[in-house]
Structure formats: C-alpha cells, structure tokens
C-alpha cells in the first residue's frame, strides 16, 4: 500500500531563516506530488506541484521554492521566511482521480 | 477559473441530527467534485467524490452529497451526525490534476 511521509511534523522558525521540509512518497512510483499551505481560518492553496524529477509548476508567486530530487520525494524550501510563511504545509499525492494527503507540518515563524 | 465558495464558516449541531455543508463551485467545464474532512491537526481525508453518473454519491462515514449542475453546488449531508464528525470540512473542485479548495466549514457537536 501507498504511504506518505512529512518531517518534521512541526517547526518554529525565526524570522529570515531557511526552510526545508520533506514529502516522500511510498509503494508508487512517478507520483504527481502536491505542496499546499493552509493558513488559519483559510483554505488549501496549492504553491507547487510536479509530475515528474526536476518538473515543478508554481501556482502561486512567493518566498517559495520547490524541487523534486528523486522520483518520490518532494522538497519545500525558503531561503528567508517571513512571518506570513506561517501555517500547516500538506503534501499530497495522486493516484488515479484522487489526491491523498500526508500528515502536514505545522510552521510556526516568529 | 475555478473556484469554491463554502458560505458556512462553523456550523454547531446537536448529535443525532441532521447535518448539510454547503458547497458552490465556479468551473469552465464539466468538474471533479470532492468532499474531504480534517480532524485537528491532521491531513485530510477523502470523504466522496463525484465525476459523472449518478448525482446523489454515497461517501464513508455515512456522509452522502448531491450534484446539481444548474445550481452549481455540491453539498454534503449526514442524516445523524456523531460526535467524531466534529471536524472542519472542505470541499473542492477540478480536473484530474489540479484542485481547488473551499475556505471549510467547522462543524462543532454538542451533546
């Protein structure tokens, strides 16, 4: 069966410091892979998705950046949060007709 | 474009009653409709979904919702509603690749 993974499963960052957070994919395989942010009170919005290595669309301008070094792994990074970088992150992935979610990471910038 | 509107924000209902999300969408064509429902600090989780046929989709958790394309809406209902259905829910919109999200709705159960 399929599983996927995010870590950390929760991070406080300071102002202007990196991130990187990681989805992996599990029992699939050239998943089309999803990154979403939910900020409180709001929605999903999709910042990234990619299907396929070295192949990521960007949906929404920002401090982001995605990649995708391997097959089933899926990477979130910033090179300097900001305090409105803060929320829950979802990675998903699709199978078929379906986008099932990881676990989330709750980012908290202070 | 497409989008979802979910005009509820929090709905409280009393366990054993009747539940209805309400959920309009805006989409170019003929849509991927979905039903999904968030526990605290958890990831989502695929309630239903609709992409042709029957209008009326039967989900898990006893969650059933309707289509109706000239309202543009896809709302979900709960003929008894349990206390583990407290939850906030979305629903979203899309093709096979690409989805939109509602803002959710919170659904608060008191006893």
């Known amino acids: 069966s399929q599983t996927i993974h995010q870590w950390p499963a929760t991070l406080v960052q300071p102002v202007g410091s990196p991130l990187s957070l990681e989805c992996t994919v599990e029992?699939?395989?050239?998943?089309?892979l999803y990154w979403y942010r939910q900020a409180a009170g709001r929605g999903l919005q999709l910042l990234f998705y990619?299907?396929?290595?070295?192949?990521i669309s960007s949906e929404v301008p920002q401090n982001l950046s995605a990649s995708r070094p391997q097959d089933r792994q899926f990477i979130l990074s910033s090179k300097k949060l900001l305090l409105s970088d803060s929320g829950f992150y979802l990675c998903?992935?699709?199978?078929?007709?379906?986008?099932?979610f990881g676990p989330g990471t709750r980012l908290t910038v202070t | 474009a497409q989008s979802v509107t979910q005009p509820d924000i929090h709905i409280t209902v009393s366990e054993g009653a009747s539940l209805e999300l309400r959920c309009n969408y805006s989409?170019?064509?003929?849509?991927?409709l979905f039903w999904y429902v968030q526990s605290p600090g958890q990831g989502l989780q695929l309630l239903l979904k609709?992409?042709?046929?029957?209008?009326l989709v039967q989900g898990i958790k006893g969650f059933e919702a309707e289509f109706k394309r000239s309202q543009s809406s896809f709302n979900l209902r709960k003929p008894s509603v349990h206390w583990s259905d407290a939850a906030e829910y979305f629903c979203?919109?899309?093709?096979?690749?690409?989805?939109?999200f509602g803002a959710g709705t919170t659904v608060t159960v008191r006893a």
């Open positions: 998903a992935w699709r199978k078929e007709d379906e986008q099932y």
């Open positions: 029992g699939t395989s050239n998943p089309n």
């Open positions: 990619s299907v396929g290595i070295g192949q």
């Open positions: 989409y170019g064509a003929t849509p991927y």
């Open positions: 609709y992409f042709s046929g029957d209008t």
């Open positions: 979203a919109v899309g093709d096979k690749y690409k989805l939109s």
